[in-house]
């Protein structure tokens, strides 16, 4: 920072000389002009008025923050649980072009939290008198939602030039003592200001020169020291590393909470690698109690990989589980695309041969291996008031997640870098995300897509149209990504019979419309295929079709007298065979694109919300909709749920004549599956339903058992049969004894 400052006055310096030396050599000459990029701006913040509640008590803790060109340059005072804070603090900023606005926004404050955006504003200098004041009320918006009003701050701002203090002294003044201690004053003054100026532009180019990214994710905790007098604690975890803090939700009564929360960090080259962690009780109306701490030592890790820690806790008990990745920044990127071909030969041949079926019988976990390459991005969507954006990319399969750097002020960026995974489970799905970085809040998600890494075409670079966060359909962009996947088929054959693995941090779900609708479509399609085809099976017992049912008969006939075992996956087989035959010949009967088309028609009637007529419209279409989806899912778990009743109730002898003729049928049918073998009585329950309408043609059919259930009065009935004992007051015998008195 000192050699930018000794650069930037020895530049300076030459220029003051000319200038007073044009002044005192020609004392008749116009006075020069001031440096039309220099100026300072005088601002004083005054207050907000109705500014946005982000608190659950309908409050906020506002700040504000000022930035020149994308520099912060101050920042206020906090001013807690207030929506019209009093702030009158000044600040003295020196202006080196009018055309770069005065960016002001308001942030509330949350202690070890990220801090909620509450509202932004443009102060456009160029507005502004020379040497007059002005009193200033700037709307907040939010600009992903730009209609709304956010609240209002009020400022006064006087704008002067700031000439390096010669141009503005006399010329009078030169000529004494007096007058060159004014000039070396000024001076001072002058180089102050410009120093501050150096000194954020430093700050600010510091905060990009960091090291990489830590990713954390914080599993759970087990075994916690018992904090409360009830014998659990509310634990909460506090990370810091440098001057970065992060606070976790708290969770009530449990030694074994479980978090699944995920955050990042910046490793700035000035800080040492060490992320110091504290897990705390956390007390109402008093001070959180301390359960312990531990540390993680980043220099001990290895980069671009994710690393599942168990920490010990000293000073307390019990243990933390997190998942933590270091992604190298750019300046020390561990594997771009500019790599040796025949370096890449020969690591390829060699991973060849450590997935080959050779090695089908070792270490079992290492299933495959998988690079990606992530190139480039074109045409994303413009998340900042700049009509640009700050992309990075983040590349996930299963728990492990690796980060790109941040391409500053692009909407075409170029990442070039190359990432590598170790595959547990090929059935596994790829996940590349772009987001837009703002330091000041969450990153803004621009487009999504998710790859199965069975459908990846090794070698090949594809341009991937991204997708909106339900993946259903496309947002603005297309990201460049050339993938190789290599495993040995015979360890993912055998990790296909395992459990999946576990993703530790998931969005939660939500409650929609759309999506229970969506489901409810789904479930009713599945039961649909059952239903047709108990019908298609129905109707050869009905002898619609003669031919039908002659041929079904006969092959009901020959299966069951035949009846072995295996037949089973044989028929199985046969389905799988018919299908193929089916797809080959043109003939595919799947049903993805009907299911995308209802998932698309979802997303375009949520975005429908321009027309307030088609708004009320389709508001009300969804409300019946919803109404007929809920009505349906009521009678289907009342069925459901009677029918597992009345089978208790059938046990429970809760009406003894059914218990007792149930008592008689199971032992008829206990004595005759044990005189009569099974395929004899299977083939007269056949013929028996095959011949039936043809021996009585008007006949309906039916189903016993389900005849039997529906006698046996469920738990709803039984409480509706249940008789009330009447009142004794109200007994005739009473009535008649007060009526006598």
Known sequence: MLDICRTKNIGTLPLLAAQKNS???NSNADPPLHNPGMYQLDVTLKRGNNLAARDRGGTSDPYVKFKIGGKEVFRSKTKHKNLNPVWEEKVSLLIENLKEPLYVKVFDYDFGLQDDFMGSAFLELTTLELQNSKDVALNLKDPQHPEHLLGTIYLSVFLSPKDNGYIDTPLSMLKSSESNMTIKKNWKRSSKFQTQSLRITDLHRKSHLWRGVVSITLIEGQDLKAMDT???????????????????????????????????????????GIIDITVWDKDAGKRDDFIGRCQVDLSALSKEQ????????????????????????????????????????????????????MRSFSNFNDVGFLQVKVIRAEGLMAADVTGKSDPF?????????????????????????VFTFNVNDIHSVLEVTVYDEDRDRSADFLGKVAIPLLSIQNGEQKAYVLKNKQLTGPTKGVIYLEIDVIFNAVKASLATLIPKEQKYVEEEPRLSKQLLLRNFIR???CVMVLINAAYYINSCFDWDSPQRSLAAF???????????????PLALLLLLAWNYFLIISGKDNRTQDMVMEDMLEDEEEEDDKDDKDCEKKGFMNKLYAIQEVCVSV????????????????????????????AIIALCLLTAVLYFIPLRYIVLLWGINKFTKKIRSPYTIDNNELLDFLSRVPSDVQLVQYRELKPDPSHSPSKRKKNNLG
């Open 634 to 661: 009521q009678g289907v778990l009342d069925e459901v749920a009677s029918i597992g009743e009345r089978i208790k109730n059938t046990f429970n002898w809760t009406v003894p004549f059914l218990t007792w003729l």
């Open 554 to 568: 006969l092959i009901f006939l020959l299966v069951v007298w035949n009846f072995e075992m295996y037949m089973i």
């Open 393 to 417: 990319c983040v590349v996930e399969l299963n728990n492990d997640r690796l980060m790109t750097h941040t391409v500053y002020k692009n909407l075409n960026p170029e990442w070039k870098k």
């Open 523 to 525: 479930m009713k399609r």
């Open 306 to 357: 994710t690393h599942k820690l168990k920490l010990n806790l000293e000073e307390g008990e019990g243990c933390l589980v997190l998942l933590v990745t270091l992604t190298a920044s750019a300046a020390i990127t561990v594997s771009d695309l500019s790599v040796n071909c025949s370096e890449d030969q020969k690591e390829r041949k060699e991973i060849l041969r450590r997935y080959s079926l």
């Open 230 to 272: 009830n014998g659990l604690s509310d634990p909460y975890v506090k990370f810091r590393l440098g001057h970065q803090k992060y606070k976790s939700k708290t969770l009530p009564k449990t030694l074994n909470p479980q978090w699944r929360e995920q955050f990042n960090m910046h490793l700035f080259e000035e800080q040492g």
């Open 23 to 25: 002044i005192v050599g």
